[in-house]
């Protein structure tokens, strides 16, 4: 795991309103299937839950998502993206609150599922340890914890430089913190978290959107069988409260 001792502060803030909701619901391109894939993976290890708290939910895309019968709280420090959360998705089973500090606005023991999607590579390990902390804190007994974060043992340094010269958002000052299966399974344990697992998923196939959305389709269903347990390039882990 490579966490640089100095990073400047990313503002999140800057990051244009509902920014990255818009890309996943134009449904065309690379970017917006890369977001497609992922939430599909995050949602078919949710199985069935009935309160579900998403940490650094964005433009509130994934709960966006989500069934509305059960409840999705997410919470993240940019007001802006809350604020656009809150008018796309907001309802009263889906809800949205912005924090800046721990702990968090929950009370202990307050859901049965917690999510961080692509959240960890933005913080630094202690703010890590924290966070998974109050985690473990406001999952119920046996609760489950999904994290997911790119896979720096992979090809994704290369993928990552490409965007960052040629994409609309850079991540060189926001990706501080590089995990791979063993660090991120370590910080899982470490936190609190047991019977956790670490796979990788997500690999070439969204590039292929950009010729055709449903040939992105059927190429991840082949890259499951064959490519993406050795080859993926996000990681999602997995544990149970103890």
């Known amino acids: 795991m490579d966490t640089p001792d100095s990073q400047p502060k990313f503002a999140y803030d800057s990051i244009e309103w509902g920014y990255y909701d818009r890309v996943f619901r134009r449904c ?30 964005g433009p509130g895309t994934f709960i966006g998502t989500l069934k509305s019968s059960a409840l999705s709280v997410g919470v993240d420090i940019a007001e802006n993206q809350i604020a656009y959360a809150q008018s796309r998705y907001g309802s009263p089973n889906h809800q949205f609150k912005c924090f800046d500090s721990i702990p968090l606005p929950f009370e202990a023991e ?79 344990q470490q936190t609190g978290f047991c019977h956790t697992r670490v796979d990788a998923y997500q690999f070439i196939a969204p590039f292929f959107a950009c010729l055709n959305w449903k040939l992105a389709d059927m190429v991840h269903r082949l890259e499951l069988k064959y490519l993406v347990s050795r080859c993926g390039l996000l990681l999602v882990g997995r544990g149970r409260k103890r």
């Open 28 to 57: 065309a391109g690379i970017q917006s299937k890369w977001h497609h894939l992922k939430f599909a993976r995050i949602r078919l290890e949710m199985s069935n839950y009935h309160t579900h708290l998403d940490i650094g939910c």
């Open 110 to 188: 307050t859901f049965q599922v917690v999510t961080m999607i692509e959240l960890i590579e933005h913080l630094s390990m202690k703010d890590n340890f924290a966070l998974m902390r109050e985690a473990f804190r406001v999952l119920q007994p046996n609760g489950l914890i999904l994290v997911s974060t790119p896979n720096y043992a992979s090809l994704w340094p290369l993928v990552e430089g490409l965007v960052n010269r040629f994409g609309e958002i850079s991540y060189e000052h926001q990706h501080i913190t590089r995990f791979k299966r063993s660090s991120l399974d370590a910080l899982m």
